[in-house]
């Protein structure tokens, strides 16, 4: 019944076992998951990972680290590649101020090329957004991406932007870090979004929750994230996941 709605399996940390990995989070009620590109390497992994996988779907895109990589062409790339049946959304695409791996004016110039061609394609963009909340906010204004669709993935804002967030009609998404004993914020933003609003991921191998925090993460452990949202919100594990599943269902078009 559960939704991880980013994951990155075709990362080389699962090299040595990833089909076995698969089949186990498959058997503990991870029903679908989402693999989210990076750049265009990732996005055709991606793609690849899809067509072996019923239950897993992909995104194409180019994270901020990667946007100086991006040429005139990239995006016409990136159209033909969404234009396969199992691609659901442009992404992770966005800003990154904690690396700066390229250079903030590139990153912002190549994250309004990728909102755009997502409206031309009629589908939702994946936000990865660290330490450029105000730049990613003023963006959305200017692209107006309002009614376009779309989800702040690892959600790291406060609460007075995680509601306007809401007002673009954009979910966000919640993961390991939920889960950790400082990060009060977070928790605060679970507490006072609406859960029709809210979906859970787990970014493997990446971010992965307590208890096993400093380990490999990998999609099963999207349930830590589901229980975490359950005990603050008041409500069983059971709701939380199906109500997030069919977010994100709703969300990716699935």
Not at 29 to 34: D, F, N, R, T, Y
Not at 67 to 85: G, H, P, R, Y
Request: glycine fraction near 6%; charged fraction near 25%.
């Amino acid at each position: 019944m559960l939704f991880d709605t980013h994951a990155h399996l075709d990362d080389d940390r699962f090299d040595e076992d990833r089909r076995q990995i698969i089949e186990q989070c498959k058997a503990e009620g991870v029903e679908l998951i989402l693999n989210a590109a990076s750049n265009l390497e990732t996005s055709l992994s991606s793609i690849a990972l899809s067509k072996e996988y019923d239950f897993i779907y992909a995104s194409v895109g180019v994270h901020p680290h990667d946007a100086k990589s991006m040429d005139n062409k990239t995006t016409e790339i990136l159209s033909d590649l969404a234009a396969n049946t199992k691609v659901k959304a442009i992404g992770e695409i966005g800003l990154d101020y904690h690396y700066d791996f390229s250079p903030r004016e590139v990153q912002k110039q190549r994250f309004m090329e990728q909102i755009d061609l997502a409206k031309q394609l009629k589908l939702p963009i994946i936000v990865h957004d660290r330490e450029s909340h105000g730049d990613i906010m003023d963006i959305f204004n200017k692209m107006n991406v309002s009614g376009m669709g779309g989800v702040l993935h690892s959600f790291s804002g406060s609460v007075e932007m995680a509601r306007e967030c809401l007002k673009l009609g954009f979910y966000l998404s919640v993961s390991g870090p939920l889960t950790f004993k400082n990060n009060v914020k977070t928790v605060e933003v679970v507490r006072e979004i609406p859960l029709d609003m809210l979906l859970i991921e787990t970014d493997s191998p990446y971010l992965t929750p307590a208890p096993y925090r400093g380990q490999r993460n990998y999609p099963g452990h999207v349930r830590y994230v589901a229980e975490k949202i359950a005990e603050i919100k008041g409500l069983t594990f059971d709701e939380v996941a199906r109500t997030t599943l069919e977010n994100g269902k709703k969300l990716f078009n699935i």
